[in-house]
């Protein structure tokens, strides 16, 4: 018997929310994040991992594009700055990966699209024909013209969920700006591992920053869904990008939620 201790191959969702992915109380995009982060993404595809990349960061990447300062208020102004910001979201990541020999792909999808049967399918096909070629990264955001779901609220969270469901991935890591998830009222450091995600769901407290919409509140709800979909689920620090190999190895710093085993009939 072989006694490697390599990681077995698995496929796994990364979602990157606005908060991690600009400076801390700016809007602008942070470099060296994108930089950590990408080469993280590097390291496991060269372990052999399929990578599936959620992101958000459209509406931050184009604020500046508009005059703004702060997140407007209005809806079609945040749908605007979406449309500038995701070019520019995407042509950093093309650049950075593409210095590794790898390419990007962008699906841009709502939560409606998991729900309607034919779309459903079309989305199936495409990721499973992009993960066949083991140098694409495909790369996840809100339609952001289109649906304001994640917008308004969810940083891409509930959307990071659909991914994993739709893709049969093995694992999803959800970043934050927090180690994982602390019970309410104390500081006692994370809980490391979930069993029972119906047990934790009162833990949410509200962490936002100005440039991110999501919160552990939406996170918990999002992972309810994935974990009873049948997906591992972490919540890790995007701001220790290093330990990512780590995480997807099952070590690290991280809240871990197993996943619910399937039925099969
Ligand atoms: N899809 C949006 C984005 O990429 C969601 C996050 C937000 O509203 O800031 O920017």
Do not use: W
């Amino acid at each position: 018997m072989s006694s490697s201790t390599a990681p077995l191959p698995r496929r796994v969702v990364i979602k990157f929310g606005s908060g991690i992915l600009t400076r801390p109380d700016t809007a602008a995009l942070d470099e060296s994040q994108f930089a950590r982060l990408t080469q993280a993404i590097a390291i496991l595809k060269q372990e052999g991992h399929e990578v599936i990349v959620v992101t958000s960061g459209a509406v931050a990447a184009g604020l500046n594009a508009l005059g703004f300062t702060r997140r407007p208020a209005e809806t079609s102004l945040l749908q605007a700055c979406a449309a500038v910001g995701q070019t520019r979201l995407m042509h950093k990541y093309a650049t950075l990966l593409g210095a590794c020999g790898l390419n990007v792909a962008q699906l841009l999808v709502t939560n409606e699209d998991f729900l309607h049967e034919e779309r459903r399918g079309h989305l199936k096909d495409t990721l499973r024909s992009l993960l066949e070629r083991k140098d694409i990264v495909p790369i996840f955001n809100e339609n952001d013209s289109v649906a304001t779901e994640e917008l308004k609220f969810g940083d891409n969270d509930a959307l990071s969920a659909g991914v994993a469901q739709i893709a049969r991935a093995d694992l999803l890591i959800l970043f934050t700006s927090v180690d994982g998830l602390m019970p309410p009222g104390e500081n006692s450091g994370i809980v490391e591992q979930v069993n029972d995600i119906s047990e934790v769901m009162d833990y949410a407290r509200d962490e936002k920053g100005e440039f991110s919409v999501g919160g552990m509140a939406s996170k918990l709800k999002a992972i309810e869904r994935s974990v009873n979909a049948g997906v591992e689920t972490l919540i890790a620090n995007g701001r220790r990008p290093e330990q990512i190999p780590d995480l997807v190895a099952g070590r690290g710093i991280a809240t871990r939620f197993a996943a619910k085993p399937l039925h099969t009939t």
